[in-house]
């Protein structure tokens, strides 16, 4: 599940850089607005799947209170979720393994 939402983070971060480093300058430096409205339902789209993504699979997986603080932070900035997606990886990591280990449970 971490490895989906850093999937998910990926794409809230892409969205973020699209409408802060794309969508805006186009609007406000050459007078074209066409992409703010498309791009910005996608981030808000993205940003939305991110918090709800955060609870679901994040939810009993271990993270701290700063950790969750960290998260949801990370979402409100550009390049947060870039930088955070390596706390992300080191939880990921040490999860618990899908099909832990019992005497009668043969691996694949």
């Keep these: 599940m971490i490895k989906l939402f850093r999937y998910i983070g990926l794409a809230e971060g892409v969205t973020t850089l699209a ?4 969508a805006m300058p186009a609007k ?11 791009v910005g339902a996608l981030h808000g789209a993205a940003f ?3 918090i709800l993504a955060m609870i679901i699979c994040l939810w009993g997986r271990g993270f701290t209170p700063w950790e ?5 932070i990370a979402s ?5 979720t870039f930088l955070n997606d390596a706390m992300l990886k080191r939880k990921q990591s040490v999860a618990a393994p899908i099909f832990p280990e019992t005497p009668d449970t043969p691996h694949p």
Excluded: E, K, Q, S
């Excluded at 409408?19 to 794309?22: A, D, E, Q, S, T």
């Excluded at 969750?68 to 949801?72: E, I, K, Q």
């Excluded at 409100?76 to 947060?80: I, N, Q, S, T």
């Design 19 to 22: 409408l802060f480093l794309v």
């Design 28 to 38: 406000y430096w050459l007078g074209n607005p066409a992409l703010v409205p498309p």
């Design 48 to 50: 939305i799947t991110y």
């Design 68 to 72: 969750w603080t960290r998260t949801t």
């Design 76 to 80: 409100f900035f550009p390049f947060g």
